[in-house]
C-alpha cells in the first residue's frame, strides 16, 4: 500500500508539473503575440516611411570626388560652380575625348548646359564619335536644351556622328520641333547624310507628317 500510494504521489506531482508549464505558456502566449504584432507594426511603419519620401530624397546621389564630367551627367550643377571657380576646367575631355557639356546635353540637363555656356564651354567640340553636344540634344529630343545651346552659338551646321547634320538627325527621328528650331538658327535643309539622304528625304521616307510640315513652312518663309 505504501509503495502504491508513492508511485500515486509521483504520477500527481509530475502531472501538476505539467499542468502548470502549460498554465504559464497559455499566459504567456498573448505577451509573445503582443511582441510579434509589435515588431511588424513596427516594419511596417519604417516601410511605409520609406516609400513616401521623395525619390530625390531616396536617391540624392553623393558628388564629391567625382570629375566635372560625372557631375555634368549627375546634373550636379552646384559642383561644376564650385569646380570652375576652384580653376578647374570647364572644357576638359574625358575618356571618350567628351566635355561636361556633352554629358549634359545627353543627358537633358538644360540648367546645366546653360550655366557651362556662361562659365566658357564650346558649344561646337565633338567628342570620340564626332557628336557635339547640339548633336546629342537633336538625336534625344531635348528641344529645351537645343535652343539653348543655338542661344549660346552652337554651329546648326556642324557635321556630327554618323556624317549627320543636327537637322537631319532630328527629321529622321521625328523631332518637328527641333526640325523648326534649327531651321529658324540657320540649319541648310539641303545638307546631305553618308547615304546621300536630306532631311526631307527622311521624312518622306519615314512618313513624318509633321516634320515635312516644319520644312516646308520654313521654306515658305524664305
Same mark, same amino acid.
Given at each position: +500500500? ?7 504521489? +509521483? ?15 497559455? =499566459? ?8 510579434? =504584432? ?5 516594419? /511596417? ?7 513616401? +519620401? ?22 550636379? =550643377?552646384?559642383? /561644376? ?100 528650331? /534649327? ?22 521616307? +519615314?512618313?513624318?507628317?509633321?516634320? =515635312? ?10
Amino acid at each position: +500500500m505504501h509503495r502504491v500510494s508513492y508511485t500515486q504521489r +509521483m504520477i500527481f506531482v509530475q502531472l501538476r508539473g505539467k499542468s502548470q508549464s502549460r498554465a504559464a505558456n497559455t =499566459l504567456n502566449r498573448p505577451a509573445r503575440a503582443e511582441s510579434v =504584432l509589435g515588431c511588424f507594426v513596427g516594419c /511596417l511603419i519604417v516601410w511605409f516611411t520609406l516609400i513616401s +519620401m521623395p525619390v530625390a530624397a531616396q536617391e540624392k546621389p553623393v558628388f564629391e570626388d567625382r570629375s566635372l564630367i560625372d557631375k555634368a551627367r549627375a546634373g550636379d =550643377l552646384e559642383g /561644376l560652380r564650385l569646380e570652375i571657380l576652384s580653376g578647374a576646367n570647364v572644357n576638359e575631355r574625358g575618356l571618350e575625348d567628351g566635355t561636361a557639356l556633352h554629358a549634359a546635353a545627353d543627358w537633358g540637363h538644360a540648367y546645366v548646359v546653360r550655366a557651362l555656356l556662361e562659365l566658357g564651354a564650346q558649344p561646337d567640340r565633338r567628342d570620340a564619335n564626332r557628336a557635339t553636344a547640339l548633336s546629342l540634344a537633336a538625336r534625344r529630343g531635348y528641344i529645351e536644351v537645343v535652343d539653348i545651346l543655338l542661344a549660346g552659338g552652337a554651329d546648326p551646321n556642324r557635321v556630327a556622328q554618323d556624317n549627320e547634320v543636327p537637322l537631319i538627325s532630328a527629321a529622321r527621328l521625328g523631332f518637328h520641333q527641333i526640325v523648326t528650331s /534649327l531651321l529658324a538658327a540657320g540649319a541648310d535643309a539641303g545638307e546631305t547624310d553618308s547615304t546621300g539622304r536630306t532631311a526631307r528625304d527622311w521624312a518622306t521616307i +519615314m512618313r513624318l507628317q509633321q516634320v =515635312l510640315l516644319a520644312l516646308d513652312k520654313a521654306e515658305g518663309a524664305r
